[in-house]
Each structure stands twice: as C-alpha cells, then as structure tokens.
Nanobody, 117 residues
Framework: QVQLVESGGGLVQPGGSLRLSCAAS????????MGWYRQAPGSQRELVATITSGMHTNYADSVKGRFTISRDNAKKMVYLQINSLKPEDTAVYYC???????????WGQGTQVTVSS
C-alpha cells in the first residue's frame, strides 16, 4: 500500500505557473505508475498526466505543452509543473498511484488550484 500527500496548490493569475508535489510513502515506489488527475466543480475527475517508473509520460490533450509531469524514484516524489495557467485549469488536483500487477489504485487528498484574476 502507498500513502500520497499533495502540496503546492494555490491561487494564481491567468498565465501564471505552479509546481505541484506529491510525496509517496509505503511499498516500493517504482512499481507504481504515478499520475495526476483533476476534478473541477460539477465535473468528473479527469486524467491530467501519468508517468511510469521508466519515465514514459502521457498527457491529456488539454494540457499538452503546458504541463510537465516528472518523478524522482529515489525521493518517492512526483511533480506537476503547470505553466500558462488558464481559468479552466481551476480544479482540485489529485495524485494517483496505480499498480498494474493487481490494478490497485491509491489517491491523495487533493490540492486546490484556482486560476483567477
């Protein structure tokens, strides 16, 4: 099992940047595909980006070119660099750990990102 704690959210103006962090603890970090999801008010949770232990990344079309996911396997950390923020990026951002071998998924508590002038 893995525990996830996100940080780094906040209020930012359109066009600004944020870096979200997710600290993982528990079982070996490298067995998990790590991801960021987000959920806006009144909407379903959606995939933002994922990254494997081998650093293969995948992004939602809506964030390609603006968001960058990365991970530090030694530190058990996952990051989401968010640039050129738009009001529609406003959401609670959740860190996710997915274990392909048994399809187990774990979630953090979420961190709020609000983009507003």
């Amino acid at each position: 099992q893995v525990q996830l704690v996100e940080s780094g959210g906040g209020l930012v103006q359109p066009g600004g940047s944020l870096r979200l962090s997710c600290a993982a603890s528990g079982t070996p970090f490298i067995i998990y595909v790590m991801g960021w999801y987000r959920q806006a008010p009144g909407s379903q949770r959606e995939l933002v980006a994922t990254i494997t232990s081998g650093m293969h990344t995948n992004y939602a079309d809506s964030v390609k070119g603006r968001f960058t996911i990365s991970r530090d396997n030694a530190k058990k950390m996952v990051y989401l660099q968010i640039n050129s923020l738009k009001p529609e990026d406003t959401a609670v951002y959740y860190c996710n750990a997915y274990r392909p071998s048994n399809r187990a998924a774990y979630w953090g508590q979420g961190t709020q990102v609000t983009v507003s002038s």
